[in-house]
């Protein structure tokens, strides 16, 4: 009887401590990590109707990027941490860039495209394309406070999130934010951060989900 007792307590322990694992790799794995400093909205948020002009001088606006997920930075030459984090971007853009994503580094240096040209020359960026608003109206239109400011915009031209301050955009951390955005090729913004619960449960009934596996395998463990 003791003997018995003995296994069947020390069984439960063994179930109830494979379970935590499964849950608590569940919840890790459900959960999109939001690089720091990096806001996430709620809710998309229109964004103001800027133009600049691109290397040839042709007046541009966001909407010529509409279809893609657009990281707009606002930078300037002049400013100390936009020098540090540029080629940081411009690896981003190695990267990631191509028909659904795109770095777009909008320069206020008053010096114009020439300006760009010699930094993007001195500093061995090979990967950006140059745009310049030389009258500085889109750092006040964007509502940026200080520089550098970077805005991520989604397919339909909507601001999803917002990173005040200089970030290493090519970390691990922050490809493996932007990968999964920019695979789904929908609008699917309102969702970032967020779990549709029906998209969830059609995936449930088709395969079975992270936590329905692990409950299977301490199952297929113990037996039962």
Not at 196 to 209: F, I, L, R, S, Y
């Amino acid at each position: 009887m003791t003997f018995r007792m003995r296994s069947y307590s020390t069984l439960s322990v063994a179930y109830s401590a494979a379970l935590i694992v499964v849950l608590t790799g569940a919840q890790t794995g459900a959960a999109q990590e939001t690089p720091k400093n990096l806001v996430v909205h709620n809710a998309p948020q229109p964004v103001a109707s800027i133009k600049f002009e691109d290397e040839s001088g042709q007046t541009r606006g966001l909407t010529d990027f509409k279809g893609k997920i657009v990281v707009l930075n606002v930078w300037a030459t002049w400013c100390v941490p936009c020098r540090t984090e540029m080629p940081t971007l411009d690896r981003l853009q190695a990267a990631l860039g191509g028909p659904d994503f795109e770095v777009v580094p909008l320069s206020i240096d008053r010096g114009g495209i020439d300006t760009i040209r010699k930094f993007y020359a001195d500093i061995a960026v090979r990967n950006l394309a140059m745009y310049v608003d030389t009258s500085g109206q889109a750092l006040r239109e964007l509502g940026a406070i200080g520089l550098p400011t970077t805005l991520i915009i989604d397919r339909s031209g909507q601001e999803f999130g917002r990173m005040v301050g200089p970030a290493e955009w090519d970390s691990a951390e922050m490809t493996q934010f932007l990968r999964p955005i920019i695979a789904k090729r929908d609008d699917t913004s309102n969702s970032i951060g967020q779990t549709d619960p029906t998209v969830v449960a059609e995936k449930n009934e088709d395969a079975p989900g992270t936590l329905r596996r692990g409950l299977q395998w301490v199952k297929t463990l113990f037996g039962k």
